[in-house]
């Protein structure tokens, strides 16, 4: 395949540049990602860490289940920084109930 | 750091998510179900064909059709639906932080079931980024659920029983399936369900570039060593699913790996419960299955929730958790159901447990 082809859509990387970080010694997708900002981009690696896992299965020629994934950290999908800290209060002291939460029924 | 507490709280409102509730609910557990969707019943809204493989209580009917079916189920039982709330993290101590986009609040869980379904993957070929090539599942979103036209001339990219339905879904609303790609050899009955509808399948096939100015315009295909060049809009990718597990990692659950599950999914017991006490997975989440299963494993899951929970007698909870595994034994393909209970067997070999004598059981009978 074309060495420009895009592995990682949010921040455009190709397959060249995951090829050079493999034979640079990276063994993960975590290296990966270190070294190229691959899966640093607005979906968080959920598109492309499954691509580039098979990639550096196939050219490390190892098991893609001993390939680990990602590490995940909080917060798990893009949230505005607004929503982080409004309630910061709330979450110590212990006033709010259900009823006051944003609730919504079927 | 309590303010909303619940028995069960479930993460997605899916097919096995909405199982669970109405299990959980309808045995007197206090049930909390998120979802980021605006409304209940996750994939299943946009299936518009028949879903056959469904367990005996419930009637052969279209996916979007079950979801009302849930509604009526559910509408009486004590259950708080948080919809357009989302997962982002955890707390200590049991509890879960949810985000509504305006703020974000823990909740705590005697018992959280983690139903988040799985996700397509993608295939990469130059131009797979392109404005117009989607996955299979985008497309029939797009037409059933957003009535929108994805395209008007299409290339599917992946040869199974879901990118057929859609590639004659998108038939049916006009669209010109040029051709469905198989990469290796395909399934003879499959093959024939497509001649019938009169979709072209090309086999040992692949695409090697996707082509255009701001979007999608030639497809060039390799079939058997022969190049075809197409004029589309539209390039469907329909490849496999893999379970969705940013939820599990959050919450330290160990993985696994099995193929005939979908790659990666949490490690579980035969309770579906995960390394992570109190926590069980659901659905397209503990391994990818049909419907049949996905729905099934809710059942297993809740069901397990609830006796621990001590809202069950063990006579019924072991009768009907004996009567769920069989059931699953025979609405899952059986390769599926080889694959969790080889998983399941790996589980207690890992965390150096005796195997119960139920799954030994069951592992002889596949």
Known sequence: MEKSTIVCRCEEINIDEIEIAIKNGAQEFDDIKRLTRCGMGTCQSKICMNLVRKIISEKLNKPLGEIAPSKMRMPLKVTRLSALTKNIDLCIEEKATLEEGEQTSV | MVKIKTDILIIGSGPAGLN?????????????????????????????????????????????????????????????????????????????????????????????????????????????????VMTIGAAQILLNREHVLPGNEAIILGFNEFSLEVGKQLESCGVNIKAIVAKGNYDVELFHEAKNVGI???????????????????????????????????????????????????????????????????????????????????????????????????????????????????????????????????????????????????????????????????????
């Open chain 2, 20 to 132: 669970a509730a109405y299990t959980a609910a309808s045995h007197g557990a206090n049930v909390i179900i998120v979802d980021e969707a605006i409304t209940i019943g996750g994939q299943l809204k946009q299936q518009t064909q028949i879903l056959n493989n469904l367990p005996g209580e419930f009637n052969s009917q279209r996916g979007f059709s079950l979801v009302d079916d849930f509604y009526e189920r559910l509408k009486s039982l004590p259950i708080t639906f948080l919809l357009r709330h989302t997962m982002i993290g955890i707390y200590k101590n049991n509890s879960i932080g949810v985000t509504n986009g305006k703020e974000t609040f823990p909740i705590t869980y005697k018992k959280l079931i983690i139903a988040t379904g799985a996700a397509e993957e993608a295939t990469i070929f130059p131009g797979w980024t392109l404005p117009g």
């Open chain 2, 200 to 366: 072209r399948v090309v086999s040992n096939a692949t695409i090697i570039s996707a082509t255009g100015v701001n979007e999608v315009e030639k497809v060039v295909l390799n079939i058997d060593g022969i190049e075809e060049e197409h004029m589309v809009d539209l390039v469907c990718i329909g490849n496999r699913l893999s379970p969705i597990l940013e939820a599990f990692e959050i919450l330290s659950c160990q993985l696994a790996y099995q193929e005939d599950l979908g790659g990666l999914f949490p490690k579980y017991y035969n309770s579906l419960e995960t390394t992570n006490t109190s926590v069980y997975v659901a659905g397209n989440a503990a391994g990818i299955t049909n419907i049949g299963g996905i729905l099934i494993t809710g059942e297993i899951a809740a069901w397990n929730a609830l006796y621990s929970l001590e809202l069950l007698e063990y006579s019924q909870f072991k009768n009907r958790s004996r009567a769920l595994w069989e059931q699953l034994y025979r609405i899952e393909e059986s390769q599926v159901f080889k694959a969790r209970i080889a998983a399941i067997k790996e589980t207690y070999k890992d965390e150096s447990l005796a195997l119960p004598p139920f799954v030994e059981l069951l592992l002889e009978e596949c």
